[in-house]
């Protein structure tokens, strides 16, 4: 089984998961803060994610996916959408996206005040 490696400014998590798996439900039972407004039906890009290593292992890209990855931000080559994103044979390395980050904070209140009194969100530049 892969293994998946989220990596984010805030927490760095792994998690091994089934060939086939969305990266958002790998992120989901990792505990990876990957955002999904629409509940990852690919109606929004709120689960932008970056793909560092295995890129070329995972599920092409539809064009659906490549239509709703035109509205995310900083959207860069190796860019995919997590909840349309299905895992291969090899591990991978993925980043979670600003976007991601921000709008899963926006989805878990409770985590982004906890967050804020630790002085940890917002994000500092």
């Excluded at 490696?5 to 989901?28: M, N």
């Excluded at 995972?58 to 709703?68: F, Y």
């Excluded at 996206?97 to 002085?119: I, K, Q, W, Y």
Aim: proline content about 4%; hydrophobic content about 35%; glycine content about 8%.
């Amino acid at each position: 089984m892969p293994k998946v490696h989220f990596k984010s400014p805030l927490d760095d998590v792994t998690v091994e998961v089934s060939t086939g798996t969305t990266l958002l439900d790998a992120a989901e039972k990792a505990g990876a803060q990957v955002g999904h407004s629409c509940g990852g039906v690919c109606a929004c890009s709120t689960c932008h994610i970056w793909v560092r290593k295995g890129l070329e292992s995972l599920s092409e890209q539809t064009d659906q996916e490549m239509d709703r990855l035109d509205m995310g931000f900083d959207v860069r080559p190796y860019s995919r959408l997590s909840c349309q994103t299905e895992l291969g044979n090899e591990d991978i390395l993925v980043e979670i996206t600003e976007e991601s980050l921000t709008a899963f904070m926006d989805e878990n209140p409770a985590v982004r005040r906890r967050l804020e009194s630790e002085g940890k969100w917002p994000l500092k530049k």
